[in-house]
């Protein structure tokens, strides 16, 4: 790439053109007749994550990732491909970072493809504030600490949903920070069941009935019959267990940001 500099270049109006009435016709006047100078040298650019090819190592390099993350400008220096200065380092993984970084150092990993800089004790993520939290889809959680550097397991509300602290908001109820409520399963009080009767049961009896007084020292006569009588309780039903409480979740890992 040869050097480049470029300049507007004033053009010429027909000597018969009228100039326009009104400020913005005027710059468009203007702007129709002017040309840019200098641009001869400007020929091209490489572009992506593949490695440009021989015959066009001539021209600068904007070098991404796989995924399509900026890298920054490189350019050939006759054996390899350098990074031009102004543009953020990128290291593959932790174990490749700088030995020696300087305060507030950013560099950019290609790894976890994202941006950490050094904050003076470790490489933490630049995205975040300390206090932050979120959630992320990994296999296992030292897969997502290893792709948050800088970054904890959330250890207070493990397999827990999050609600907002603060006072009363209708129809729910206040609540201070770090308070826990709720609970997985629940059993019924007494209380808590709804009002309600049993109706009770009745089952046939089939036997003999007297028929009236008889004399003393006589059996007395009967007649064979049949009626109802109430049964000496309801029938029972239930477990008494306790029951699903609650809502159809899915769990991911949560991250707190700490440094």
């Known amino acids: 790439m040869g050097g480049l500099n470029l300049f507007l270049q004033a053009g010429t109006a027909p000597s018969t053109a009228q100039l326009p009435g009104n400020p913005q016709s005027l710059l468009a006047f203007v702007a129709q007749y002017m040309g840019i100078a200098g641009a001869s040298g400007f020929n091209g650019i490489n572009f992506g994550s593949a490695t440009p090819s021989p015959d066009n190592q001539n021209l600068p390099w904007f070098k991404t990732d796989a995924f399509g993350n900026p890298l920054g400008l490189f350019s050939w220096n006759g054996t390899a491909w350098v990074g031009i200065s102004t543009q953020t380092p990128a290291y593959a993984g ?12 950013v560099i950019y990993d290609t790894v976890i493809g994202g941006l950490v800089f050094w904050n003076g004790t470790i490489f933490t993520t630049v995205d975040g504030m300390v206090g932050d939290i ?11 600490l290893v792709s948050n550097p800088g970054w904890i397991q959330e250890p207070s509300s493990i397999g827990m949903v999050i609600g907002a602290a603060g006072g009363a908001n209708s129809p729910a109820t206040a609540h201070t920070y770090g308070q826990i409520v709720g609970e997985e399963a629940h ?7 709804p009002s309600h009767s049993h109706t009770e049961l009745f089952g046939p009896y089939t036997g003999a009935f007297q028929n009236g007084p008889q004399p003393s020292g006589v059996l007395p006569a009967v007649t ?34 700490t440094q």
């Not at 979120?134 to 997502?144: D, G, H, I, N, Y």
């Not at 059993?187 to 069941?193: F, G, K, R, S």
């Not at 009626?227 to 991250?255: C, D, K, M």
Request: charged share 10%.
């Open 94 to 105: 932790s174990a490749n970072y700088p030995p020696n970084p300087t305060l507030g150092q």
């Open 134 to 144: 979120k959630e992320v889809m990994f296999p296992t959680l030292s897969a997502a």
């Open 187 to 193: 059993t019924l009080l007494t209380a808590e069941i």
């Open 224 to 257: 064979p019959g049949s009626t109802t009588i109430p049964v000496s309780s309801t029938n029972n039903t239930g477990g008494g267990g306790a029951h699903n409480n609650l809502q159809p979740t899915f769990y991911a890992w949560r991250l707190l940001k």
